[in-house]
């Protein structure tokens, strides 16, 4: 005769079998986190365009940031002094990803998630960290969703491709209408700095723009110095605080960090002139020095914001918050942990780049003005 289980021991079971499950996926989500992260963020169709329509830039509209509108890219930290931003210098900033719907390979103007976190957060805690040196130009764009950066099959490469194709049309039209010949900086993160790379590249690099360019902040994107700078027809890394005309670029990790993604990721790609980034040296700007590969304490650190949602400004800069060393891989290694205020947007491996402007935000803002008026200096 079958013995009946006990209810007591049926849920023992089913719970025991939850647990197995979920400490498997756990593990195998620890060893496959690209793979995952493309399950959860990657849409399942094949790529198709989301418009055949370019967008008109000449419209107002089609910007998050114009010198003529009131947005959080003219914010500044609580307790900082009111400073006019240097006279007669532009910014170009490119936002980083807010899209992450698996709805579409690249994101609606409209999406209401995407543009509350352009506007609260990117703009509130990137972008104003350069309206001291300049007035600010950020332009909408039809972002390539998160998931894009996990896709193998080629999806996500048409994606960044025609979001791209925004972002030079838009650096097209500053030049051409808004900028009036004035010296510029461009800065980005992360999807954005990608695009700034590629713009760097076709748009600027050998041209006469390449001589107003004060400098370029390809923030929390892998950039090697063979493989992107020596594709760049003279534009080289930043080598001091003051130097113009240059690139400098970081991605933030802790002092333990696992890094091991971005290196796949650097070892299997090709630079701006088609040479393999393999092997190639990464640069890695101290932000709180502004030298190649150098090492500072916390008491260099002027000044961290930490994340604000919504409509609340920005709280006063944390100072001394954290030093920061460049590894020998290329990866920008804080010196201590930070606390628990730093913990809700860190990503696998103890990858900060979230975190990547408001951790040096205010040594940020310094020293991009502190370019700016080395380029008026030198030129004027």
Same mark, same amino acid.
């Given at each position: %005769?079958?013995?009946?289980?006990?209810?007591?021991?049926?849920?023992?079971?089913?719970?025991?079998?939850?647990?197995?499950?979920? #400490?498997?996926?756990?593990?195998?989500?620890?060893?496959?986190?690209?793979?995952?992260?493309?399950?959860?963020?990657?849409?399942?169709?094949?790529?198709?365009?989301?418009?055949?329509?370019?967008?008109?830039?000449?419209?107002?509209?089609? /910007?998050?940031?114009?010198?003529? =509108?009131?947005?959080?890219?003219?914010?500044?930290?609580?307790?900082?002094?009111?400073?006019?931003?240097?006279?007669?210098?532009?910014?170009?900033?490119?936002?980083?990803?807010?899209?992450?719907?698996?709805?579409? /390979?690249?994101?609606?103007?409209?999406?209401?998630?995407?543009? %509350?976190?352009?506007?609260?957060?990117? #703009?509130?805690?990137?972008?104003?960290?350069?309206?001291?040196?300049?007035?600010?130009?950020?332009?909408?764009?039809?972002?390539?969703?998160?998931?894009?950066?996990?896709?193998?099959?080629?999806?996500?490469?048409?994606?960044?491709?025609?979001?791209?194709?925004?972002?030079?049309?838009?650096?097209?039209?500053?030049?051409?209408?808004?900028?009036? $010949?004035?010296?510029?900086?461009?800065? *980005?993160?992360?999807?954005?700095?990608?695009? %700034?790379?590629?713009?760097?590249?076709?748009?600027?690099?050998?041209?006469?723009?390449?001589?107003?360019?004060?400098?370029?902040?390809?923030? $929390?994107? !892998?950039?090697?110095?063979?493989?992107?700078?020596?594709?760049?027809? $003279?534009?080289?890394?930043?080598?001091?605080?003051?130097?113009?005309?240059?690139?400098?670029?970081?991605?933030?990790?802790? !002092?333990?960090?696992?890094?091991?993604?971005?290196?796949?990721?650097?070892?299997?790609?090709?630079?701006?002139? *088609?040479?393999?980034?393999?092997?190639?040296? %990464?640069?890695?700007?101290?932000?709180?020095?502004?030298?190649?590969?150098?090492?500072?304490?916390?008491?260099?650190?002027?000044?961290?914001?930490?994340?604000?949602?919504?409509?609340?400004?920005? $709280?006063?800069?944390?100072?001394?918050?954290?030093?920061?060393?460049?590894?020998?891989?290329? &990866?920008?290694?804080?010196?201590?942990?930070?606390?628990?205020?730093?913990?809700?947007?860190?990503? &696998?491996?103890?990858?900060?780049?979230?975190?990547?402007?408001? =951790?040096?935000? =205010?040594?940020?803002?310094?020293?991009?003005?502190?370019?700016?008026?080395?380029?008026?200096?030198?030129?004027?």
């Amino acid at each position: %005769m079958a013995l009946k289980a006990k209810p007591a021991g049926i849920f023992l079971v089913i719970v025991t079998g939850i647990i197995v499950i979920v #400490l498997a996926g756990f593990f195998w989500f620890q060893s496959n986190p690209t793979a995952a992260l493309k399950i959860a963020f990657a849409p399942s169709e094949p790529y198709t365009p989301i418009s055949t329509e370019p967008l008109d830039y000449t419209d107002d509209t089609n /910007w998050v940031a114009l010198p003529s =509108m009131d947005t959080f890219a003219k914010a500044k930290p609580a307790g900082v002094m009111d400073h006019t931003a240097i006279s007669g210098v532009d910014v170009f900033f490119v936002h980083p990803t807010t899209y992450l719907s698996r709805d579409s /390979w690249n994101a609606p103007l409209d999406h209401a998630d995407a543009n %509350m976190r352009i506007e609260k957060r990117v #703009l509130k805690m990137q972008a104003s960290a350069f309206n001291l040196a300049g007035n600010i130009y950020a332009p909408k764009y039809r972002q390539a969703t998160f998931g894009a950066f996990f896709d193998e099959e080629g999806n996500g490469l048409q994606a960044l491709i025609y979001a791209y194709k925004d972002v030079q049309d838009a650096f097209d039209q500053f030049i051409q209408d808004r900028n009036e $010949g004035r010296p510029f900086i461009v800065a *980005g993160h992360s999807q954005g700095s990608l695009h %700034m790379l590629s713009l760097l590249k076709s748009r600027i690099a050998g041209t006469s723009l390449a001589d107003r360019m004060v400098a370029a902040y390809v923030i $929390g994107w !892998p950039v090697s110095i063979e493989a992107d700078l020596d594709a760049l027809d $003279g534009i080289n890394a930043c080598d001091s605080a003051d130097d113009t005309g240059c690139v400098v670029s970081h991605q933030t990790f802790g !002092p333990s960090g696992d890094t091991s993604g971005l290196q796949r990721y650097f070892r299997v790609t090709n630079g701006l002139g *088609g040479m393999p980034r393999q092997g190639t040296k %990464m640069l890695c700007t101290n932000p709180l020095t502004w030298i190649t590969d150098d090492t500072a304490e916390s008491s260099m650190n002027i000044g961290a914001v930490t994340v604000v949602e919504d409509e609340s400004p920005i $709280g006063e800069p944390v100072g001394n918050f954290n030093g920061a060393k460049c590894g020998e891989d290329g &990866f920008l290694y804080l010196t201590k942990e930070p606390g628990e205020a730093w913990q809700d947007y860190k990503m &696998f491996g103890e990858n900060y780049h979230v975190y990547d402007y408001h =951790m040096f935000y =205010m040594n940020i803002r310094e020293n991009a003005a502190i370019r700016a008026q080395a380029w008026l200096n030198q030129n004027r």
